[in-house]
C-alpha cells in the first residue's frame, strides 16, 4: 500500500480497562481527537482539536487505543476514496480499483490489519461502500443512536458515525460502545424512544429482495444472482418493489440537502489548490438552491417514505447490493461524478428515510475482488441486522498446507465446503512439518 490511508499517526497509550482492552482504533479525519488537527481532507485546517469527540471518549473509555487519523474524500463529499489533497486510496485487493469512499483510509486501514477496527462516517453510503470493496462488516446505526458531536458536519441532519472492522464481532463491540445518547447534540436520539422488535411475527425473519432488474455490472450481477440463491439462510426470502427507495436516493444531491452541505463548509471551498476541485463543483450548487426548491424536496421525500412504507410491514430486513459495480482509479478519473454518484443507488436513501443498515461481505465476484451486501431495516432495528450478518458470516479461519492449498489435489474438498482464499501466506524458515 501506499500509505495514503493515513493523514496523522499518533503514539498508542496505555489502554483502559473495559470491554474493548487492548482493541486499536482508526478515526477518519473528520472526527476529533484531542490534541490533533481535524482535517476533514483539508490541509489548511492545522488547529488541534480540543477535546476528544463524544464517540470517541466512549470508545477509548471502554478501552480502545486510537492509532491514528486517516483519509477521505474531502469533506466527506464522496464515495470513491479519490477526492483528496492527500492522495487516493484504492482498494487492498487491487491497486487498479478505488477504495471507496468518503470512509477510505479507515477501510484501508482495517483491510490491512493495520488496527482492529476504525470510525468512519455515512451520509450517502460513506461507511458502507469502502467496507464492501475492501471485504469487510459496515455498520451504519439509525440516525442518533451514535452522537455526531466532534464530528465535522457533511449534513448535519443526516450523518451518522459509522464502524468498520474485518468480523461482525468485533464490529459488534464497538458499535455497542459508541451507542448513547448525548444531551448535547440536537440529533441525537434515546435507542429506547425507537422501535426495535419484530410486532406480530414469529418464526424466521422475513428478508426481502428486489423484484426488478438492479443493473450491475456483469461480475456483480453474477456474484448477486450467487447471493440471491444463498439468500434463504438469513430467513424466508420474498420479492419486494423498491422503486420509492431507489427514487428516494436520487433526491440526495439534488435537493436540500446539498445545500446543507453548502452551509457546513462552503465558506472553505475557495478557488486554492488545497479545494479539491470536483468537491467544489459539487457543493457550490447547494448555494443556488430557493427555500421552495427545499420544501418541494422535503415533500417529494415525505410522499416516497409513505410510498414505501407497505414494504417494510411484509419483512425484517432488505437485502440489496452495496453498489452496482466496483470501478477502477481511471474510471473515476474519467468521469469524477457520473461514477459517483452512480455507486450510490443502493445507499443514499437510507438516512434519508431514517432506516439503519449493516454492510458485510457476500460471494466473491469471479476475479476475486469483494462483492458486499447489506441488510436494511427502519430505525431502532440494529440488532437485528447485526444478528443476521453475524449469521451469514458465521466462518472459522483456517491455515492449510500441503495438498489443500490452492491447485493441489485436495484443495476442491475445501471449495465445495464453502471455503474461500482469504490471503496467501509463509511459514517461518524455522518452521518444520
Request: proline share 8%; with cysteine; hydrophobic share 45%.
Amino acid at each position: 500500500m501506499s500509505n495514503a490511508e493515513w493523514i496523522t499517526r499518533v503514539d498508542p497509550v496505555e489502554p483502559q480497562p473495559g470491554p474493548l482492552r487492548g482493541l486499536t482504533m482508526a478515526l477518519k479525519d473528520n472526527i476529533d481527537l484531542a490534541g490533533v488537527p481535524t482535517t476533514a481532507g483539508d490541509p489548511r485546517n492545522v488547529v488541534p482539536a480540543v477535546a476528544n469527540a463524544f464517540v470517541v471518549d466512549r470508545l477509548i473509555a471502554a478501552g480502545a487505543v486510537p492509532l491514528g487519523k486517516t483519509n477521505l474524500d474531502q469533506y466527506a463529499t464522496g464515495l470513491v476514496g479519490t477526492r483528496s489533497p492527500y492522495g487516493a486510496c484504492h482498494s487492498v485487493f487491487s491497486a487498479e480499483h478505488i477504495s471507496g469512499g468518503s470512509s477510505s483510509g479507515s477501510a484501508v486501514a482495517v483491510a490491512t490489519g493495520q488496527v482492529d477496527f476504525a470510525l468512519g462516517t455515512d451520509t450517502a453510503g460513506s461507511g458502507r461502500v469502502p467496507a464492501a470493496f475492501n471485504r469487510l462488516v459496515g455498520i451504519k446505526p439509525s440516525r442518533g443512536l451514535v452522537s455526531a458531536r466532534g464530528v465535522v458536519p457533511a449534513c448535519r441532519s443526516l450523518d451518522c458515525v459509522t464502524v468498520m472492522a474485518r468480523s461482525v464481532e468485533t464490529a459488534r463491540r464497538a458499535f455497542e460502545v459508541m451507542v448513547g445518547f448525548d444531551p448535547d447534540d440536537a440529533w441525537s436520539r434515546r435507542y429506547e424512544s425507537l422501535p426495535h422488535s419484530r410486532p406480530g411475527r414469529a418464526g424466521p425473519p422475513v428478508i426481502g429482495v428486489p423484484d426488478l432488474d438492479l443493473d450491475l455490472d456483469p461480475l456483480y450481477e453474477k456474484a448477486w444472482q450467487q447471493m440471491l440463491g444463498e439468500a434463504h439462510r438469513l430467513g424466508e426470502v420474498v420479492r419486494v418493489d423498491i422503486r420509492p427507495l431507489l427514487e428516494a436516493a436520487d433526491l440526495l444531491y439534488s435537493g436540500p440537502w446539498l445545500a446543507e452541505r453548502w452551509l457546513a463548509f462552503g465558506d472553505k471551498l475557495d478557488d486554492v489548490p488545497e479545494v479539491d476541485p470536483t468537491v467544489r463543483r459539487i457543493v457550490r450548487g447547494g448555494s443556488e438552491l430557493t427555500a421552495s426548491a427545499a420544501f418541494a424536496g422535503f415533500d417529494r421525500l415525505a410522499t416516497l417514505a409513505r410510498a414505501s412504507e407497505p414494504l417494510w410491514t411484509g419483512i425484517d430486513a432488505l437485502l440489496l447490493p452495496v453498489a452496482p459495480n466496483h470501478p477502477t482509479l481511471a474510471e473515476v478519473a474519467a468521469d469524477p461524478i457520473g461514477t459517483n454518484s452512480r455507486l450510490g443507488r443502493f445507499t443514499n436513501m437510507v438516512n434519508l428515510l431514517d432506516l439503519c443498515a449493516v454492510a458485510f461481505p457476500g460471494p466473491d465476484r469471479a476475479d476475486g475482488l469483494p462483492f458486499g451486501v447489506q441488510l436494511i431495516a427502519p430505525a431502532g432495528h440494529d440488532h437485528l441486522l447485526i444478528d443476521l450478518a453475524a449469521q451469514w458470516t458465521d466462518e472459522v479461519l483456517l491455515a492449510v498446507a500441503g495438498a489443500h492449498l490452492t491447485g493441489q489435489p485436495l484443495n476442491p474438498e475445501l471449495v465445495r465446503r464453502g471455503a474461500r482464499l482469504v490471503e496467501s501466506a509463509r511459514t517461518a524458515s524455522t518452521y518444520r512439518m
